[in-house]
């Protein structure tokens, strides 16, 4: 994903240099509210903030197999393209949705695990057993 951002960074980058005369391509990169200025600096922030996270996992560019740990197959994770994710924002639960939930734990005689569980279960995290 961070290779694809930067081959469209570049290219946008390529096209405004090409597809303007000298005098216009001053007048847009001149102009950090011009959209295309703002599309360059949003994908120049996006590529920083995915290089700062840590891979989960890392692809054979090969076999096409996905591994978990950072030694693979006796090479390092540099010979291998690293995967990234990217946590789903979260709306915190209302103060009546954690009542709900703690009633329903007293109410049913449900375990503190239960209630960790639906709170996982109500962010779409984790798994509900």
Same mark, same amino acid.
Request: hydrophobic residues 35%; negative net charge; glycine residues 4%.
């Given at each position: 994903? %961070?290779?694809?951002?930067? /081959?469209?960074?570049?290219a946008l980058e390529r096209s405004v240099a090409t597809c303007f005369d000298q005098y216009s391509h001053?007048?847009?990169?001149?102009?950090?509210?011009?959209? %295309? @200025?703002?599309?360059?600096?949003?994908?120049?922030?996006?590529?920083?903030?995915? =290089?700062? /996270? =840590?891979?989960?996992? !890392?692809?054979?560019?090969?076999?096409?197999?996905?591994?978990?740990?950072? /030694?693979?197959?006796?090479?390092? /994770?540099?010979?291998?393209?690293? &995967?990234?994710?990217?946590?789903?924002?979260?709306?915190? &639960?209302?103060? =009546?949705?954690?009542?709900?939930?703690?009633?329903?734990?007293?109410? +049913? @005689?449900?375990?503190? @695990? !239960?209630?960790?569980?639906?709170? =996982?279960?109500?962010? +779409?995290? +984790?798994?509900?057993?």
């Amino acid at each position: 994903m %961070i290779e694809a951002m930067k /081959q469209t960074l570049k290219a946008l980058e390529r096209s405004v240099a090409t597809c303007f005369d000298q005098y216009s391509h001053q007048q847009v990169m001149s102009q950090p509210d011009h959209f %295309i @200025n703002q599309a360059i600096t949003s994908l120049r922030k996006a590529i920083a903030e995915a =290089e700062k /996270q =840590e891979p989960v996992a !890392w692809m054979s560019e090969d076999e096409f197999i996905v591994y978990t740990s950072k /030694q693979v197959d006796g090479y390092f /994770q540099h010979d291998h393209i690293p &995967l990234y994710t990217h946590p789903q924002p979260r709306k915190p &639960l209302t103060d =009546e949705q954690i009542d709900d939930l703690a009633r329903t734990m007293v109410k +049913g @005689n449900k375990s503190v @695990n !239960w209630l960790a569980r639906a709170i =996982e279960a109500a962010h +779409g995290i +984790g798994v509900d057993k």
